[in-house]
Each structure stands twice: as C-alpha cells, then as structure tokens.
C-alpha cells in the first residue's frame, strides 16, 4: 500500500486546537467523555510525520461528505473505544453509511465490544447487524480490524470474521517506546497526593460512591478526576439539569463535600491532564483512560474494572486491575498501591509497541517514531501553546471569575437575538411568498420552511446545551 499523505482523523479536535472552557462545554470538543480525546490525541501524534497532515473531523459522520472526503484525502482513521454497544447504535449506523460512501482506506484502530465481566455477548445480540455491516464495510476497504482485547477479537471472529487483529489502544503508544512507571514512595501515607476517577454508574450501582467516602476521609489531599460533559458542566456553571446529577455521591456534585473543599477537575486537554498528574502518587477508579492519563504521566495506576471494555484492556496491556465485583469491604488504596505489579507492563510494551506499528504498516499507515521525529515537533508545538487549567468548582465570588462566564453569556445573547431577527425576516417573506402564490394558483416551494428552520435550529440547540 502507498503511505497516506493526507489523513481525515475521527476526533472531537485537534491536539493544537485551544478551545475556551465555555466554548468547549458549549459544542462538546470531547465527545461527552474526555477520555476519547486521550487516544484520537495520541494517535494524531503517532500519524504525523512529514509529508502527512492530520486533520480532525469533529466526530462528525456525514454522509453528505463523502464526495468531498474521497477528494480531499488519502485514508480515514477511526480509532473508537466501546463502539459496540447498544446505546452506541446510532452513531455506529451513520459512521457506517459514511464508510460505505468512501473509496479511500478507512483503517479503524482499537474498537471495543462491551458487555459484562463475565464476557457475555448476550446482550449484544440485538446490535449485531449493524456491528456486521459496520466491520464489513471497514474490512472492504483495509488490512484488517484493531481491537482492543481478546474478549472483542472473539467476539468478531464468532460472526465469521479473520482479519482481526489485537492492538490494544493508541493511547498508551503516546510516547512511543517509552513507558517508564515506577513507584516514587514505598507506601502510601495520609499525606500521599491520590487521584481517583469513576463513572457514574459505578459510583451509583458498583460500590464506588463507599470507596470514595471512605478514601476522601483518611487521605486529605486526594483528587477526583471526571470526564463526562455533564460532570464539567456542573463544575463549571453548577449546572444540574443533566440526570447524572441525579448522583450526588460523585465529586462534581455541587453537594457532595470534596467539590466545596476545590477537589475535584476535570481536563478538556489530555496535555493538561497528563502533566498534572505527574505530581500525584497514585491513581485509581473505574476510568481506564483516567488511568491511562496516569501511566502516561509515570504515575502508577491501578484500574478498578467493571466491564468487558476496561479488562480486557487491563489484560492486554497487563496494567493492575481489580475486579469491581470484588473489591473488599474496607477498599484502601494504599493496599493497591502496596499489590500493583508494573513489571509486566513495562517489559512487554516493546512487543505491543512493534504489533501496533505492523498493524499500521500493513493498513499503509506510516508512523513518526519510524518515518518522522519520534513525535518531537508535535510535543514542541504543544508546549508552544496555553491550553485551559482544568475545569474545577465554581466557588469563587471574584469579579474576574463572574465576568468571564458572564462575557461568554452575553455573546452568546447577541447571536441568538441576531439570528432570531433573521428567523423573523425569512418567515415574513415566506408568509409574502406564500400569499402570493396562493393568489397565483402555484404551489408554494417548501424551501423557505426548510431555510428558516436551519436559521434557528442551531441557536436554540446551542441555547438548550448551554443550559443542560
């Protein structure tokens, strides 16, 4: 295969794009989790090379594109995360018409089937045809299909599937070769700096909201990390209108203690997040790219694993993992830090480093650690930029906090008040338009319903989210 030299990579933004907190919770830069952009960065890192330019397409999946793609590009790279799942649905059957449109390769790195612990794909039995037409379309125009673990290499290959092969995922190729993770302290002591990260279902449904509790009353200095947009809204605009503020055990409630006490972020840039957490001891919960953010920084990590998707990863990569089922009454992170084994991750990075790149080779993908600088000008460009701090509690009373939310408001009114005046003078021209023809006996074009409808259907979407 000839090497890509222009690549359209699925993801939220660009690594280089600095977004504004405000406008960045306002258009969801991140894709509802944070996480997603810790492995589409990564892997706009590992496919920059020179000759080739990578450029985000916003997650956007629109079919309407494909004429434009198929000229403009040379390849179109997915890297997904729990992609098969029944809530995903949806936007796996756009990406798919998308796919089925184009005549470049499509080269999909590190999807993942999720189900329960036990690696039950009963519940995944009603999406099947569209995870069939899905992989089929991808296979039609690539090597093969990466996935992340062995529970969704079995799983595709049941369907009747072979060129599948296991990758893991992109993010913990950051760096290339290198991953050094090593324990800075012999224990963890009351004074030991603790991040910990966890959805909210398991908070709700698997015993994460006690571990919290308990974790939060013996080590003073600990630290939960969120990643969903509902969680950074409520940090930011103590917005509670989305139903994960239903749970208020976690942190980014605006009720539970350690938001009052400023201990609780979350990170619209993995840059951000990776270098902040270099300063910690330790790391753990039920996130597995919070996790991954950790291990990228030399933290050490341990992932509390609730589903398919995060242990097969954890088994994969063999990070230290315990079972969410059967954590012990009286969780202590000390004792996780004391029991986790970084050895195995460490030694056998290099072999899952050079399967990655094959699996790049073979679907014609070049890589910059082969073909460039190792990923050096994209780091130097990064650190040239001044990316947001991460989103945290909105405790402040200050002039400079309030004005700042306030600007972004008020501009945010004038366009809806300009476009909302647009809206007025299509639709008295429409009613014109309309009684004209009606005295004429033509029938009246539905277009002026349909242009007035797209002048006001993105401010009032745009309204509602920055109220969710």
């Not at 830069?29 to 892997?43: K, M």
């Not at 999720?114 to 296979?139: C, H, M, W």
């Not at 909210?200 to 919290?212: M, P, R, S, T």
């Amino acid at each position: 295969m000839t090497p890509a030299k222009r690549i359209l990579l699925r993801s939220g933004k660009s690594p280089y794009d600095v977004v504004p907190t405000e406008e960045a919770l306002q258009h969801d830069v991140f894709a509802t989790n944070s996480g997603n952009l810790i492995f589409s960065d990564a892997t706009h890192k590992i496919l920059e090379t020179p000759g080739t330019e990578v450029v985000s397409n916003g997650i956007k999946s629109l079919v309407a594109e494909a004429t434009r793609i198929n000229q403009e590009y040379d390849a179109f790279v997915v890297p997904l995360a729990n992609a098969f799942r029944p809530s995903f649905e949806p936007q796996l059957r756009r990406l798919t018409r998308l796919i089925q449109r184009l005549k470049i390769p499509v080269v999909v790195a590190g999807v993942g089937a999720q189900t329960g612990l036990n690696y039950d794909p009963t519940r995944l039995k009603p999406i099947e045809s569209s995870v069939r037409e899905f992989v089929s379309a991808v296979l039609d125009r690539s090597a093969s299909i990466g996935v992340r673990g062995e529970f969704t290499e079995q799983y595709l290959k049941d369907m009747g599937f072979r060129d599948v092969e296991v990758i893991g995922c992109p993010s913990l190729f950051m760096y290339g070769k290198e991953l050094a993770v090593h324990k800075r302290t012999p224990e963890l002591t009351a004074e030991s700096r603790i991040a910990i990260n966890g959805s909210h279902n398991a908070v709700q449904k698997q015993g994460l909201g006690k571990v919290i509790e308990r974790t939060h009353a013996r080590y003073p200095q600990l630290r939960f990390i969120g990643q969903n947009l509902s969680d950074a809204r409520q940090l930011h605009w103590r917005d509670l209108s989305d139903p994960n503020a239903k749970v208020k055990a976690i942190p980014t409630h605006p009720d539970h203690p350690m938001y009052a006490e400023d201990k609780v972020r979350v990170y619209i840039d993995p840059v951000t997040w990776i270098d902040e957490l270099r300063d910690f001891d330790f790391s753990f919960g039920s996130r597995i790219h919070g996790n991954i953010a950790a291990l990228l920084a030399g933290t050490p990590a341990t992932v509390l694993s609730g589903d398919s998707r995060t242990l097969e990863l954890c088994r994969y990569f063999d990070i230290p993992y315990v079972r969410i089922d059967q954590l012990p009454a009286d969780l202590d992170p000390a004792r996780l830090y004391e029991e986790a084994d970084f050895g195995k991750l460490m030694s056998g990075h290099h072999e899952r480093y050079e399967r990655f790149m094959g699996f790049l080779d073979r679907n014609g993908l070049q890589n910059t650690f082969t073909h460039g600088d190792g990923g050096a000008a994209f780091e130097e460009r990064l650190r040239k930029l001044s990316f947001p701090a991460g989103v945290r509690p909105w405790l402040e009373a200050d002039l400079g906090s309030l004005a700042a939310r306030m600007a972004f408001m008020q501009r945010n009114i004038n366009e809806l008040t300009l476009d909302n005046e647009r809206l007025k003078r299509d639709l008295a021209r429409a009613k014109a338009g309309s009684r004209s023809t009606k005295t004429s006996g033509a029938v009246p074009a539905p277009s002026v319903y349909r242009r007035a409808r797209r002048v006001v259907g993105g401010p009032i979407r745009r309204a509602l989210q920055s109220g969710r």
